[in-house]
């Protein structure tokens, strides 16, 4: 692989110009011109207010609708909240939904490898954050083939085939009318237009560089993706990138209730408002199956690393054969349910319904409580 990242990086990839010039300009105005202006004139508070709040719209616009509605269908989403999305995900300048998904859900079915993955961190952090964009690369040719329902969806194609009339209505018109509004047009296109533009993209981007390199794999380690709770932060709950690499299909990407994820929020609080249904969620016992599967690795890598052995590691072997006989039951169990669901009268629903949802607690208390033994016996082996 590493001939081939060889040979594509020294291939003469035609510099993309319309994407250099856009990313260029409006980086070097928001490093030069955005703080000479706050000095020279300063910012009224409406124009700081709608830094922020288009900041935030374009987080979600990305976050929940591109990257967890339309690429990855984790949720359903009623009409009105899809063309919210289109519009502030459209404004945030990254493409068209049908061209972004469909890079990402190449990105996902081929990360890290340098040929395929149109942002593969494998190509170095530069590259996976916006060289990519900057030139023609073979792998970051548009797929059309992985997004037949996109294609279909009335709001995506309406987006792509208005998408440069709204980037200019929402990034110059918008800004624009807001500070004739409130007296400092200038002062307004420079805050909430070019320094939040600017600002989206750089925290967007680093999704596809820093969250491939700096952080834990709780779940996997056979992709880069990892989970870090500040990038989690500043990209609105998609730092929690190992999870997401994992369980793609969750609308959730930080799953715990503290976990920070706006996005997971904002979509919850949209459900509660009827706004969205069928919220996808990975089964708990495959969450803690894939979390104690990476225990057993590590474990086992720092027995290998120590000078102790037999004791620790029949103990080691003995907790493994625990955890596949409970993998196993639960394989078992999903068995059941299926059969059930195919025989079942309606009046024994109900109770088989119960009685199956405690078994399933029952294995997924386990998978707990073995975490918990392999963490401290690990803490031990050190
Ligand atoms: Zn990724
Ligand atoms: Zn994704």
Not at 158 to 182: A, C, D, I, K
Not at 234 to 239: A, F, H
Request: glycine share 8%.
């Amino acid at each position: 692989m590493s001939e081939s990242v060889h040979k594509q990086d020294k291939e003469v990839a035609p510099i993309n110009w319309s994407v250099t010039a856009v990313l260029g300009l409006t980086f070097i105005a928001a490093i030069t011109i955005v703080p000479w202006y706050g000095i020279v004139h300063g910012y009224n508070a409406w124009s700081w207010l709608f830094f922020g709040i288009f900041l935030v719209l374009n987080g979600i616009g990305i976050g929940s609708g591109y990257h967890r509605l339309w690429s990855h269908r984790s949720y359903e989403a009623h009409p009105a909240l899809k063309w919210f999305l289109a519009v502030v995900g459209g404004m945030s300048l990254q493409n068209s939904i049908i061209v972004w998904s469909a890079r990402h859900r190449i990105h996902h079915r081929d990360v890290d490898d340098n040929d395929k993955d149109p942002y593969s961190i494998g190509r170095g952090f530069w590259f996976a954050h916006i060289g990519w964009m900057l030139k023609d690369y073979p792998s970051g040719e548009i797929d059309l083939s992985v997004v037949p329902d996109l294609q279909k969806d009335p709001v995506a194609a309406w987006q792509h085939r208005w998408y440069w009339s709204l980037v200019w209505v929402t990034n110059l018109g918008v800004p624009l009318l807001l500070g004739w509004l409130t007296g400092d047009m200038l002062g307004m296109f420079l805050l909430a237009g070019v320094a939040r533009l600017v600002l989206n993209h750089h925290v967007t981007f680093f999704i596809n560089s820093l969250a491939h390199m700096w952080g834990r794999q709780p779940y996997t380690d056979e992709n880069s993706a990892r989970d870090q709770h500040f990038l989690a932060l500043i990209t609105y709950g998609e730092g929690y990138h190992n999870y997401h690499h994992m369980f793609q299909s969750d609308y959730r990407c930080g799953i715990r209730w503290w976990h920070l994820d706006i996005n997971k929020w904002f979509i919850s609080t949209c459900a509660l408002l009827g706004l969205v249904k069928n919220r996808k969620r990975a089964p708990m016992f495959k969450v803690l199956r894939a979390r104690i599967n990476m225990d057993f690795k590590r474990a086992r890598q720092k027995l290998e690393a120590s000078s102790l052995g037999g004791r620790w590691r029949d103990l080691l072997e003995a907790e493994y054969a625990q955890f596949a006989e409970t993998v196993r039951e639960w394989q078992q169990l999903q068995m059941e349910r299926v059969q059930q669901g195919r025989q079942m009268l309606a009046d024994r629903i109900g109770a088989e319904t119960a009685s199956l949802t405690a078994r399933y607690r029952e294995l997924e208390r386990s998978l707990q409580l073995q975490h918990k033994r392999l963490a401290l016996l690990t803490a031990q082996v050190m």
